[in-house]
């Protein structure tokens, strides 16, 4: 070892990367006894020690530092900088084809192309069949910054396949809006109305409600003043598309003031009236809509059942509920047919109260009225019962919600089970879960983690790893969370082997459970004088704990391997 290191010292004194800061004597009496002459740091080198050999291979000293260090040679060799083209830029590996349109269309930003021209390019060869719903997908996921969205939409609408219209306009609006890229989002509409393409009504509202979620207030009524610039009118649905995004925002005040403001310039309506009082409503102010009410009373419009349900809600959120069902009565007595929003503001009323008898007879009344139920109607119903757990009632008002032929959504089987799974065993929520399938309801994400969560804490692992099949197959990929929990589950009934042959599979897919998971598990093998088992599964389990501590490193400065 001595006479290699020596050997290969005399020749690299030999070499052009001879430097007087590091002489071989300093560095060489850390680590040998062997004495090695050589020039001081005042010396100079001399003429044979600065000429090159002519069978000099910087490879070959490359290979005796591996021979001699346990490093390996490929990790210090380093390939100096280029500049490369932006052809040689273009070029995309192969190792992407399991990458969705989107995120291959998102990766070329990820590259950091110098220029438009080579970004275009990039997107061009990316080879993908542009579609309005690829367009929003890269827009709305991903973090993209507002520039790169921008530029993005520009290159997708010189697609063919990609109609330059203002429902296309709209989806660039909506992310731009979404992440308050507020200056980015005006651009786009000025280049919109230059391309001669006028905004509609969902256009002035995505625009409208951006500024005022982005609490940019003023700048809202001032681009309602300016619509005529955009290629806009400033009309009367104009402006109820303004009231309406303050009110759902809690701008009500400054609803009402511009709304004062605005009579007598632009013509009102009955829904101009309606936004004011709805936003008076949700807050319970009775003075302001009942002078509201005159108002619209005053200029000739007649209440409708929209603004009766309004006055309902506010009164039922005043603790006025006596008030409230007598509204209720007179409106029948004005030959008013209450519709399913007046029965649903009124049905609330009494669900906050928690007067089940009462809420139940205006359903009944409801339905033997001829008055269908709506979505509303059932969703606040079956949430109040399972709320006060009234599980029974709640299944039943769920199977006469779907022989009425109205199929829950994806976010209201959602409301149902999370309720559920606070409390007792997870019967019903599986049965809400088996109902909503049956019916072909889409099961979120969520719910089917809410129902492991469940099925985990009671042991219930049959049913568990048929759940944990049944949601793989509705295209949902697991993480993380969703192997802690088949993996707790596995531990509570004692199936250790298994839980190991899922932990080892979480592990290779790059998920790390947590410190408690992972403690969990090798305690009960310990437990079961399988200490060379939990042995080998700790080992795996540091290996990729490193793994994912240099991952997140990795992410937190924006590499993403």
């Not at 996921?141 to 290159?155: D, K, P, S």
């Not at 509202?205 to 009118?233: C, P, T, W």
């Not at 400033?234 to 403001?261: I, K, M, P, W, Y």
Request: proline share 3%; charged share 20%.
């Amino acid at each position: 070892m001595a006479s290699q290191l020596q050997g290969f010292l005399s020749r690299l004194c030999r070499t052009r990367y001879h430097t007087p800061y590091l002489p071989s004597s300093v560095s060489l009496i850390q680590f040998s006894t062997l004495q090695v002459t050589s020039n001081t740091l005042m010396d100079k080198p001399t003429d044979n020690q600065i000429k090159i050999p002519s069978n000099f291979n910087e490879h070959d000293v490359l290979n005796q530092l591996s021979d001699l260090l346990p490093i390996r040679c490929s990790t210090l060799i380093s390939k100096p900088f280029t500049e490369k083209s932006p052809k040689e830029q273009l070029k995309t590996r192969a190792v992407d084809g399991f990458l969705s349109p989107g995120e291959k269309l998102r990766g070329v930003f990820i590259q950091r192309l110098r220029g438009k021209a080579a970004i275009e390019l990039a997107l061009t060869n990316v080879g993908i069949d542009l579609t309005i719903d690829i367009v929003s997908e890269v827009v709305n996921r991903g973090n993209l910054g507002g520039e790169a969205m921008v530029v993005f939409f520009n290159w997708a609408v010189k697609q063919p396949t990609i109609r330059q219209d203002v429902d296309t306009y709209n989806v660039i609006i909506k992310a731009l809006g979404r992440r308050k890229f507020i200056d980015f989002m005006v651009e786009v509409l000025k280049d919109m109305h230059f391309q001669g393409i006028s905004p509609n009504y969902e256009t002035l509202y995505l625009v409208m409600d951006s500024f005022i979620k982005a609490h940019q207030v003023s700048k809202a009524i001032q681009m309602f003043r300016n619509l005529d610039e955009f290629g806009g009118k400033c009309d009367t649905e104009s402006l109820n598309v303004l009231l309406q995004c303050l009110c759902q925002r809690s701008h009500v005040g400054a609803a009402n003031s511009f709304f004062n403001a605005m009579k007598g310039k632009i013509p009102f309506n009955c829904m101009t009236y309606n936004v004011i009082i709805g936003g008076w409503s949700k807050y319970g102010k009775i003075d302001e809509m009942e002078s509201c009410l005159k108002a619209m009373v005053a200029d000739g419009f007649s209440p409708n059942c929209l603004t009766f349900s309004h006055l309902i809600e506010g009164l039922g959120r005043a603790d006025r509920i006596d008030d409230a069902v007598a509204v209720f009565h007179h409106m029948e007595e004005k030959g008013c047919v209450p519709d399913a929003n007046v029965y649903n503001a009124l049905i609330s009323n009494f669900i906050s109260t928690g007067d089940f008898n009462e809420t139940m007879k205006y359903y009944n009344a409801m339905v033997s009225g001829n008055c269908e139920p709506d979505m509303n109607t059932y969703t606040k119903l079956i949430v109040a019962f399972l709320k006060a757990r009234k599980v029974a009632d709640a299944l039943e008002m769920l199977d006469e919600m779907v022989g009425r032929g109205i199929i829950p959504t994806t976010g209201a089987i959602t409301s149902f089970i999370e309720p559920l799974c606070q409390f007792g065993p997870p019967y019903a929520s599986m049965m809400i879960y088996k109902k909503a399938r049956k019916v072909g309801c889409g099961i979120s994400l969520r719910a089917y983690k809410l129902l492991l969560m469940r099925l985990s804490r009671f042991g219930k692992c049959g049913m568990l790893l048929n759940l944990w099949d049944e949601m793989q197959e509705s295209g949902y990929s697991s993480d993380t969370e969703v192997y802690e929990y088949v993996i707790n589950g596995l531990c509570n009934i004692g199936q250790l082997e298994t839980a190991v042959l899922v932990m080892e599979e979480s592990l290779r897919k790059g998920f790390c459970p947590s410190r408690l998971i992972c403690s969990k598990l090798n305690n009960k093998l310990l437990a079961s004088n399988k200490v060379e088992r939990a042995y080998k599964l700790f080992l795996k389990i540091k290996v990729a704990r490193q793994n994912d501590n240099a991952r997140r490193f990795w992410r937190a400065n924006g590499w993403h391997f």
